[in-house]
């Protein structure tokens, strides 16, 4: 079992709607979880950070936490083709004193299309 | 305020060579990791540099080795170049301490070896 995983993709979303990725990490120690946007070409990019279960929102981003089921989410409402990229879920296994590793998923290719 | 700062950005080398890169990071930032992201493994994690000092190493041979200066600003090293090595090295920076562990990387330095 991969230590992240995430949908394979490629996930293709209308312009205007919803766009929903998901993360399920193995290890249950995990204290922090993140979303990194990847255009082709370019490096990560940090775009939500959650620590606690629940919904957390910026933007027309929600990330989504339940740590009893090991799960993480990110939603993109109003999808833009400009969201088109490579979403990475990461995960740092013991908060602070992570040392500099987070543990990356293989990432979904979102596409928008118009 | 400014990025992490990497360079050279792209480079070509011959098997056997040897590379250095550099990176600067975010002014503040204490802590620095850097990563090789390639089609097949995805973002892996090499080393983490705090305060001058190594605090942390992924799974990679000896052929791969780092540094930090006092200013913060670290270099990672490859030597006997391999075709496998060819990747984008990224690099990226935190607080190091009293954070959540989320990362900020740079632009990266793409690497091909021939």
């Known amino acids: 079992q991969k230590e992240v995983e995430q949908n394979s993709g490629p996930l293709s979303v209308p312009e205007g709607a919803i766009a929903s990725l998901n993360c399920t990490y193995s290890d249950r120690v995990s204290q922090s979880f993140f979303w990194y946007r990847q255009y082709s070409g370019k490096s990560p990019e940090l775009i939500m950070s959650?620590?606690?279960?629940g919904d957390k929102e910026d933007g027309r981003f929600t990330a989504q936490l339940n740590k009893a089921s090991q799960y993480v989410s990110l939603l993109i409402r109003d999808s833009q083709p400009s969201d088109s990229a490579t979403y990475l879920c990461?995960?740092?296994?013991?908060?602070?004193?992570?040392?500099?590793?987070?543990?990356f998923g293989q990432g979904t290719i979102l596409t928008v299309h118009p | 305020k400014a990025g992490v700062t990497q360079t050279p950005r792209y480079l070509i080398k011959t098997r056997g060579q040897q590379v250095t890169l550099s990176c600067s990071p975010i002014s503040g930032h204490r802590s620095v990791s850097w990563y090789q992201q390639t089609p097949g493994q995805g973002l892996q994690f090499l080393f983490e540099y705090f305060s001058e000092t190594q605090r942390n190493k992924g799974n990679f041979p000896g052929r791969f080795s780092g540094r930090q200066f006092s200013n913060s600003r670290s270099e990672m090293n490859v030597s006997t170049l391999e075709l496998g090595d060819s990747a984008l090295y990224l690099c990226?920076?935190?607080?190091?301490?009293?954070?959540?562990?989320?990362?900020?990387f740079g632009e990266g330095s793409r690497l091909t070896v021939l």
């Open positions: 959650i620590y606690s279960n």
């Open positions: 990461a995960v740092n296994r013991a908060g602070g004193t992570s040392y500099g590793k987070l543990t």
């Open positions: 990226a920076s935190s607080l190091g301490d009293r954070d959540h562990g989320e990362l900020f």
